[in-house]
């Protein structure tokens, strides 16, 4: 459920979490969970399916997006800029940025994007999940690329097992020395709340992790 406090603001669930009030309705979880679907899709890989003119830093206008999402699933005819941003500043993960008129997905790409992202107040460590199978091959050669544009890494031990369980049940976790990795050079840049950015990692800088507690029983 997404709703708005007067007071404070765009929130998920029930009840604002600041002061309880009930808000002001704006879509229900069917709704958040298929447009929030359709954003993802349109701005991580094919924003031509909607027509749709990407700048190089993966920005589109707002406005354009929300006339092309009611062309071609009429059912969200009632679609408004501030339910777009309502998602936005909602969205636990930081997936998204809004930016005057504009709005773009901040990780998760699989275009060809020249991104421009905080490179400040990085951890000294970052995570990355990965098979058993994959591991000793990565601590070998490095982390690169696959499916996406650039390697995502997790703030956390416990992010990256939960983005690792998606693949395999056990996942290997590796923790990378980004304190040295940004000495030497290497350009990592915060992506959203618990996802970072790099071109590539190389051997040197990657080990296996010591888990920080033991990850959550299923």
Not at 96 to 102: G, H, I, K
Not at 133 to 158: C, F, M, N
Not at 181 to 194: F, M, R, S, V
Request: charged share 30%; with cysteine.
């Amino acid at each position: 459920m997404l709703r708005e406090c007067k007071e404070h603001g765009y929130f998920r669930g029930e009840s604002c979490p600041i002061c309880g009030d009930d808000g002001k309705f704006l879509m229900n979880e069917q709704e958040l969970e298929q447009i929030g679907r359709t954003m993802a899709g349109t701005l991580r890989h094919f924003p031509e399916k909607f027509g749709l003119q990407m700048d190089d830093q993966g920005f589109v206008n707002l406005r354009d997006f929300i006339a092309a999402l009611r062309t071609h699933q009429r059912r969200y005819h009632w679609i408004r800029p501030h339910h777009i941003i309502a998602i936005i500043e909602t969205d636990p993960k930081g997936r998204y940025q809004v930016s005057n008129d504009l709005i773009r997905a901040t990780y998760g790409h699989t275009l060809d994007l020249d991104l421009k992202l905080p490179t400040e107040n990085i951890p000294d460590r970052l995570f990355y999940p990965t098979t058993p199978e994959e591991a000793d091959i990565i601590l070998e050669t490095g982390l690169k690329p696959s499916d996406r544009k650039l390697v995502h890494l997790s703030k956390t031990y416990q992010d990256a097992f939960a983005a690792g369980s998606v693949r395999t049940d056990s996942p290997i976790i590796l923790a990378i020395d980004t304190r040295k990795a940004i000495e030497d050079g290497l350009e990592i840049q915060k992506a959203g709340k618990t996802v970072f950015l790099a071109r590539e990692v190389p051997p040197a800088y990657l080990k296996r992790a010591v888990p920080e507690q033991e990850p959550p029983a299923e």
